[in-house]
């Protein structure tokens, strides 16, 4: 049963365009939200958070948005860059779960030049 | 430099096997995990760890065990190994209790293959 899911494995985007990946998830209880950068062979970094009490985070090229009626959230990054492309992961932190957090299957991004 | 590294990162057994994953924080972190990275892409929780409490996910064998010789370290054993336990484990760490601006660090990954 995926609590975090996400919907679409594959998004390609033109380098100076925006990149909009979206993540769902069913558990009310999470109260803590984060993007993770993905490359090859590499470790998750993390990329930008935000607290279920916000409907908004921004840093920089990057901006998390929270609709927790619609138990959605969406990461746009503006403009798109060719060295953006990895795959990127929503993790939720369940309020009753400790830090343990909870992914979804990613979605690859191909930024083209 | 790294902050959080964790060895070896490939690793080819037999079946049957006894491993361990080694992983090491210098971030003085007070809480440390392992995830795994199963075939289907899917990065899931194993193990939740600081000096007072281990968490773990109900889903993870009992051949699986984390040992933490002190806060900075947390290895990961493996008894009997089996073909379905090949993927990647990812080691990871942080402070506190996650909230705005806080987040996990992880490793770069063990690679383990099972033959």
């Known amino acids: 049963d995926q609590q975090v899911k996400q919907n679409s494995p594959s998004l390609s985007v033109q380098e100076g365009r925006i990149s909009i990946l979206n993540c769902d998830y069913t558990n009310s209880m999470f109260d803590y939200f984060l993007w993770y950068k993905k490359y090859p062979a590499e470790g998750p970094t993390f990329l930008i958070s935000i607290s279920s009490i916000k409907d908004k985070n921004e840093d920089g090229r990057f901006t998390v948005f929270l609709n927790k009626s619609a138990k959605h959230l969406s990461l746009h990054i503006v403009p798109s860059q060719p060295g953006d492309s990895a795959v990127y992961f929503c993790a939720a932190k369940n309020n009753n779960a400790g830090n343990m957090l909870t992914f979804g299957g990613g979605t690859r991004l191909m930024v083209k030049p | 430099d790294t902050a959080v590294s964790q060895t070896p990162k490939y690793l080819v057994t037999q079946m049957g096997n006894d491993k361990s994953i080694k992983c090491e924080q210098n971030l003085g972190h007070d809480t440390m995990y392992w995830y795994k990275q199963d075939s289907k892409k899917f990065l899931k929780i194993m193990f939740s760890y600081n000096n007072k409490e281990l968490i773990i996910n109900e889903t993870v064998p009992n051949r699986f065990s984390p040992k933490s010789p002190d806060k900075a370290h947390l290895n990961l054993h493996i008894n009997s190994l089996e073909l379905g336990d090949s993927a990647v484990y990812f080691c990871?760490?942080?402070?506190?209790?996650?909230?705005?601006?806080?987040?996990?660090?992880f490793g770069e990954g063990s690679w383990l293959t099972v033959v």
């Open positions: 990871a760490s942080s402070r506190g209790v996650l909230s705005s601006g806080n987040t996990i660090y």
